[in-house]
Nanobody, 118 residues
Framework: QVQLVESGGGLVQAGGSLRLSCAASGIIFSINAMGWYRQAPGKQRELVAGIPSGGSPNYADSVKGRFTISRDNAKNTVYLQMNSLKPEDTAVYYC????????????WGQGTQVTVSS
């Protein structure tokens, strides 16, 4: 079984910064794509940023230039550095990983709340 454990959410004022972390553990042969999604109240879950194994990251237009995704393959960990936060960034942020164990499956973290006050 694979688990994704997130940390780093919280309350911050507009213009501030937060860094989210997500560590994968369990029986893992390799991790292909990793990424961050978010879901605000009353809205659908949306991709914030993704980073494939050995590839270039991609970002939602709304966060380009403000958020940076990175990963440490040795630690099976993905990070999301969020700068210049806006109230509209308020949401529950979920880590995602496409993991190869015996089969390739998608796994999700439990979610971490990010609240940006104006």
């Amino acid at each position: 079984q694979v688990q994704l454990v997130e940390s780093g959410g919280g309350l911050v004022q507009a213009g501030g910064s937060l860094r989210l972390s997500c560590a994968a553990s369990g029986i893992i042969f390799s991790i292909n794509a990793m990424g961050w999604y978010r879901q605000a109240p009353g809205k659908q879950r949306e991709l914030v940023a993704g980073i494939p194994s050995g590839g270039s990251p991609n970002y939602a237009d709304s966060v380009k230039g403000r958020f940076t995704i990175s990963r440490d393959n040795a630690k099976n960990t993905v990070y999301l550095q969020m700068n210049s936060l806006k109230p509209e960034d308020t949401a529950v942020y979920y880590c995602h990983a496409r993991v190869l164990t015996i089969y390739e499956n998608d796994y999700w973290g439990q979610g971490t709340q990010v609240t940006v006050s104006s």
